[in-house]
């Protein structure tokens, strides 16, 4: 490892600890401060928080390796979530924001829920919060198993003789940099930390294309952009079709990727926080143009790092390791350590957001619900950061497995959510019809069909077929539910007799 590389790497990991300690010293008096920022987030830092929480080395790993393993045809999981954002963004976002103010200031999502259906109320916070809990446990594996990957594959023989695998001493040391500014500085700080890493993952997203595309041959690069069509034409044209070998499973299984964002806790968590319901467009515009840019790079990274691995006899072993593999052949030292920061950058993010979210749950929905109803504010910070180690531990378990895979991992976390609280959040905001009964069917309908459908194999392929991505008959499940069940019980309380 090259020391202009380390020394990248070190300036960014001192950043990001700075940034938890200025955040200790401003917003972690009490639980608003330490879970919600005290909903005084500017629209930058809310939309790019969002943004890079979202995204996660999924952006930087999955999508990139899905591309360059099966062609332009993986596109459409990218177009299905800009899809979805938009309508977040139009649909949740400034109702959130409003709404969990008006019922009773609401600080998780748990918690707003209860008080929207207060004759749920204990049903709902318990169920919400195993589920997740549970999810969010997978979800941060697979940011570890990002940083495991990263690791094996650039920084290999870092530290010799410390009785680890590189992949595992990887998970170690991304766990350790972001509990240390998330635990200290709580939401404040992983806000500020994601909107720095959100402007270096979008750098890194415009370069590494644009080098690889029009960088001339001095620097590694194609020289034009008809040099990777021509390239790509070669290996098999059908890598440059949208609708090569897709089948209509197969594009309903990917564009429905946007139907998980209502749902998804990490992201929608930032709209409770912006600063006010006036700064929500705001947040807005400058969120999805950053998804935009974004999408299109990592598009960018895996067409392109497809074409200059087969045009210069690059063997790529795991597809979603294109990025690393680039960013250590193409440029300068001290450009691979901030290409590599902006990996780092994308895993850290999410799992910051993530780690939080559990750990408000686990102290708002069962530490003070169950156990200590009384707990001061002190305590309460103080459980929640304990919290975020015990959730920490648990997703370094699952994510030992260094045959683990970040899209795999992410598709089964994000249906878990969408289908559980999509349909639920968009109907509580949005029909006053809703009843307690009703959430509480569509939430563990939505969780219960996406684990069988998991547990039976019907994701993948099967039967000479190609299965169909579980968050749609969760998601569909989920909706006749609180339908079904909000409507029937409608109906009990106009028959009920008057007292």
């Not at 001339?216 to 790509?232: I, M, P, R, W």
């Not at 015990?390 to 249906?415: H, K, R, T």
């Amino acid at each position: 490892m090259n020391t202009g590389t380390l020394v990248s790497l070190a300036a960014y990991f001192v950043l990001m600890i700075g940034i938890g300690l200025y955040a200790w010293r401003k917003s972690t008096a009490d639980s608003e401060g330490y879970l919600l920022a005290g909903r005084n987030l500017p629209p930058s830092v809310a939309a790019l928080s969002a943004g890079a929480s979202d995204m996660s080395g999924w952006l930087l790993l999955g999508l990139p390796g899905a591309l360059y393993a099966a062609g332009l045809v993986e596109a459409w999981i990218g177009i299905g979530l800009f899809a979805g954002a938009v309508a977040n963004w139009y649909i949740v976002a400034p109702r959130l924001r409003e709404q969990t103010e008006r019922y009773g200031n609401a600080l998780t999502i748990p918690q707003f829920l209860a008080n929207r259906f207060p004759d749920k109320a204990i049903a709902l916070r318990v169920i919400s919060a195993i589920v997740i809990v549970m999810f969010f446990t997978v979800y941060t594996a697979a940011g570890l198993v990002g940083g495991g990957k990263l690791f094996e594959t650039a920084f290999a023989g870092l530290l010799p003789g410390v009785g680890l695998s590189d992949y595992m001493l990887g998970i170690i040391i991304t766990a350790g940099i972001v509990l240390a500014y998330t635990m200290v500085g709580g939401f404040l700080a992983v806000s500020l930390t994601d909107f720095v890493q959100g402007v270096i993952m979008v750098v890194a997203l415009i370069l590494m294309p644009a080098v690889v595309i029009w960088g001339g041959k001095d620097v590694g690069g194609l020289g034009e952009f008809s040099a990777v069509t021509d390239v790509l034409n070669e290996v098999d044209p059908a890598l440059l079709s949208l609708t090569g070998g897709l089948t209509a499973i197969g594009w309903l299984s990917a564009v429905t990727w946007g139907l998980g964002y209502f749902g998804q806790p990490h992201i929608i968590v930032r709209f409770m926080a912006i600063r006010s319901v006036a700064d929500v467009a705001k947040a807005r515009n400058i969120g999805l143009g950053w998804m935009l840019v974004s999408l299109i790079g990592a598009i960018g990274v895996g067409m392109a790092g497809r074409a200059y691995a087969q045009a210069n006899g690059v063997t790529v072993e795991d597809p979603e390791t294109i990025f690393i593999v680039l960013a250590t052949l193409l440029f300068h030292p001290l450009i691979t350590g901030f290409l590599l920061a902006a990996l780092l950058a994308a895993i850290m993010s999410t799992i910051s957001s993530q780690l939080l979210v559990s750990s408000s749950s686990l102290t708002e929905d069962f530490y003070r619900l169950f156990l200590r109803k009384q707990a001061s504010e002190k305590e309460a910070v103080n459980v929640g950061r304990i919290c975020v180690a015990l959730v920490a531990i648990a997703a370094m378990v699952i994510a030992a497995n260094p045959d683990s895979q970040v899209l795999g991992l992410v598709s089964n976390a994000w249906a878990g959510f969408g289908a559980a609280f999509g349909p639920l959040i968009v109907l509580a905001l949005t029909w006053r019809g809703m009843t307690g009964a009703g959430a509480v069917a569509g939430l563990v309908t939505g969780a219960a069909v996406v684990g069988l459908w998991i547990a039976a194999g019907l994701n993948a392929d099967f039967a000479g077929g190609q299965g169909l991505y579980e968050i749609v008959p969760g998601f569909i499940a989920a909706t006749i539910a609180i339908f079904a069940v909000s409507k029937a019980t409608q109906r009990s309380a106009e028959a009920a007799p008057a007292r």
